[in-house]
């Protein structure tokens, strides 16, 4: 029965390894694009609460389907983000060398910056004179706000996927 | 793509010790399946149970192999990639017309199962004849006026579109990278990242960039992706498109029309592309077929205000 017992515990502690935790047993995740949006619903088009920017630390409250409700700790508010902009490991923007080697191999570390980037970029730029970046720098500025992107669905006569989804 | 099988050796004992480790793996496979579930919710509708399976097989492999390369890693490959396309071709000086594909394309990706890109998404009208889309990674997305003359409606417009994000969410163009390179950028040379790293170990991340760009481009513009991709991807525009309630018929009219156009051994769709009867006859394993896709008065005005006369 002891025996029983120790493997049961490890399950359940092993159920938690995907989401680091801190001491209070909360779980964490951190937002892993660039504009990233708190909602009052788990549905695409629920109202915004916040926004969030790239590195911030969310705390998991819960999840439905791929929505996960979570607070997002740099201004605490709680809502609803999407699967696809959040991950499980710690982003550190501004790594010191020892983050750096840390990150390369850690399953809980992601180095912003890493690999392909910036300088990477600029590198690429220097040696293929010929490629040109202008038109691609044009297309990322062509964005729509959420009223905007509605006004166009609901002019359109299309509807507003529902929760859940 | 085969996913690894992990064998236990343990599994051979039986009784208690089987229960034990059921105890502790089944919290471990719940955890993993955790995307899975978004695939399931993805294909349940449009696809049958084989086709799925062998999806999920894809994505859960695709996953493992991609997991330490982040979407902004994504995104800088993407934009390089997307600049190399408009190095073959000239973009469309149209701001209306981009806007409005960028209008439809943006609200399709949001409701897309990856509506975050560290980028997000952005689409542009290349000014060519010919018949032809490409999906860079991270969300830049481009067609040729040859592909929206195809389209007689708003809704075929955004069934090329769809397609095209299915692309992107499956993260179809990374996949055209070599393992190798991958490997790379995100453990050899990446240990260095940041602003660490010297002008050697630049200069090879940099020749590493450059091949995994040639992988992709190479794969886009001259060999295309499997069947299996544009299945998915087929499967993906559907579910992206019956979401916001564009008729998903738009996508076997769309092709219809392609098929009449396309040069047997053209340079375009034909030659990276299954023919599009074969794409049709996919599609309507899942759909039924009407006969007329249905539009409304301000759709069909939009349409022709942006794009009739491209």
């Not at chain 1, 201004?75 to 490991?89: I, R």
Request: proline share 3%; charged share 25%.
């Amino acid at each position: 029965m002891k025996r029983a017992g120790i493997f049961i515990l490890i399950g359940i502690l092993c159920f938690f390894l995907p989401f680091p935790s801190d001491a209070r047993g909360e779980r964490f995740m951190s937002v892993q694009i660039r504009n990233g949006v708190v909602r009052s619903t788990p549905t695409f088009f629920g109202e915004v609460v916040a926004t969030a920017s790239y590195g911030d630390r969310v705390i998991l409250r819960g999840e439905r389907g791929a929505w996960k409700s979570v607070t997002l700790q740099s201004k605490w508010a709680t809502g609803w983000m999407h699967e696809s902009a959040l991950t499980k490991k710690e982003i550190v923007l501004r790594a010191g060398a020892s983050d750096v080697r840390v990150g390369a191999s850690s399953d809980e570390i992601a180095i912003a910056g890493k690999g392909f980037n910036t300088e990477v970029e600029e590198e690429f730029k220097r040696k293929n004179r010929d490629i040109d970046f202008t038109w691609v720098d044009r297309m990322e500025q062509v964005t729509f706000s959420e009223e905007e992107l509605l006004r166009f669905l609901r002019e359109g006569e299309l509807s507003v996927p529902g929760e859940g989804q | 793509m085969d996913t690894p099988r992990w064998k236990c050796p343990m599994m051979a004992r039986r009784g208690a010790a089987f229960r034990y480790l059921f105890a502790l793996a089944l919290p471990l496979f719940l955890a993993g399946c955790q995307g899975a579930g978004t695939l399931n919710s993805i294909a349940s509708n449009v696809l049958n149970t084989k086709n799925i399976e062998s999806i999920k097989k894809s994505y859960t492999a695709v996953s493992k192999t991609f997991e330490d390369f982040t979407p902004e890693q994504e995104y800088y490959v993407g934009r390089t990639v997307g600049a190399v396309i408009l190095q073959g071709y000239k973009p469309l000086d149209d701001r209306a017309a981009n806007r409005y594909i960028n209008q439809i394309g943006q609200m399709l990706a949001r409701v897309s199962d990856a509506p975050g890109t560290f980028g997000g998404y952005h689409f542009l009208i290349l000014d060519s004849d010919e018949i032809n889309a490409f999906a860079a990674p991270g969300g830049l997305i481009f067609v040729t006026r040859g592909i929206l003359r195809c389209c007689d409606n708003e809704a075929a417009v955004a069934a090329v579109l769809a397609h095209e994000i299915g692309h992107v969410q499956y993260k179809h163009g990374l996949q055209a990278i070599k393992k190798s390179r991958i490997t790379s950028a995100i453990t050899t040379l990446g240990i260095e990242g940041a602003k660490v790293f010297g002008g050697g170990r630049l200069s090879q991340l940099t020749s590493t960039f450059e091949d995994a760009i040639s992988d992709v481009t190479g794969t886009l513009i001259h060999n295309g992706y499997s069947r299996g991709f544009e299945r998915a991807a087929d499967a993906a525009a559907v579910t992206i498109l019956e979401r916001v309630g564009y008729d998903p018929n738009s996508l076997v009219e769309m092709l219809e029309v392609m098929e009449k156009r396309l040069k047997p051994g053209g340079l375009d769709f034909a030659r990276t592309h299954p023919s599009p009867r074969s794409r049709i006859e996919n599609i309507l394993t899942n759909i039924d077929r009407d006969d007329a896709v249905s539009t409304t008065q301000a759709r069909r005005e939009r349409f022709q205000r942006y794009l009739a006369s491209i």
